[in-house]
């Protein structure tokens, strides 16, 4: 079965802990995204890759960073530096950027204390 | 800067009736128009995809259309049933392919 998966499902940490979330695809896309949704608000672009070792500042960049190594993967740290962590975060990907179909993993709900 | 707005936020509606969920967005220059699923907890399912050269999509029980001119894109749900309870997410690409996303309409059928 191709698809999106992200791991874990749940998070928690500390403030001022650095954390990763994964994110991996079987579908051969070379675009991969990264959004935090919040409740009550659409989803907002942390970042994007067009390619393996390329990656793109979205919307919200600051406080997160990303590595896109292998084309497969596409993970996502969440830094002490972002002020407001909590949140639900989705990857997705597509075909190539562009006009295309973007298809979403289960998402990793992270909660900071 | 594009906007995309959903309303309204919440609809209740009885199994078996027909239904119309809206998405407005503000610059006409959209290359597409994408529908989500999205069930509580969970992660988003693409519905349809409209390109901006094309006026709507099927897809079993729905239909979406769009409506450059109007800044309006409309997903109807033919013989809604308690199954298709769920946040009905819409987002248009805008010139850089950025993706711009309503803050959706969750939508209760009632058995």
């Known amino acids: 079965d191709g698809g999106i998966t992200q791991s874990p499902k749940y998070l928690f940490r500390k403030e001022g802990q650095n954390v990763t979330l994964s994110c991996e695809q079987n579908?051969?896309?070379?675009?991969m995204y990264w959004y935090r949704q919040d409740p009550g608000q659409g989803l907002r672009l942390i970042y994007y890759?067009?390619?393996?070792?390329?990656?793109q500042k979205g919307d919200i960049a600051e406080g997160y960073s990303v590595s896109r190594e292998k084309k497969e993967s596409f993970p996502l740290t969440v830094t002490s530096a972002q002020k407001n962590p909590t949140a639900f975060y989705l990857c997705?990907?597509?075909?190539?950027?562009?006009?295309?179909?973007?298809?979403f993993g289960p998402g990793t709900r992270l909660t900071v204390t | 800067k594009q906007e995309v707005t959903q309303i309204p936020a919440a609809l209740s509606v009885p199994e078996g009736e027909n239904l119309v969920l809206n998405c407005s967005f503000t610059?006409?220059?959209?290359?597409?128009l994408q529908w989500f699923r999205q069930d509580p907890g969970k992660g988003l399912t693409s519905l349809l995809l409209?390109?901006?050269s094309q006026r709507e999509q099927t897809s079993g029980r729905l239909n979406a259309s769009l409506d450059k001119s109007s800044g309006r894109s409309t997903l109807y749900i033919a013989a809604s049933q308690p199954g298709d309870s769920a946040t009905y997410l819409c987002?248009?690409?805008?010139?850089?392919?950025?993706?711009?996303w309503g803050a959706g309409t969750k939508l209760i059928i009632k058995p």
């Open positions: 890759s067009q390619i393996v070792n390329d990656f």
């Open positions: 409209i390109q901006s």
């Open positions: 610059d006409s220059a959209i290359y597409n």
């Open positions: 987002a248009g690409g805008d010139s850089n392919y950025q993706l711009i």
């Open positions: 997705a990907s597509s075909i190539s950027r562009g006009p295309y179909e973007q298809y």
């Open positions: 579908l051969n896309h070379d675009a």
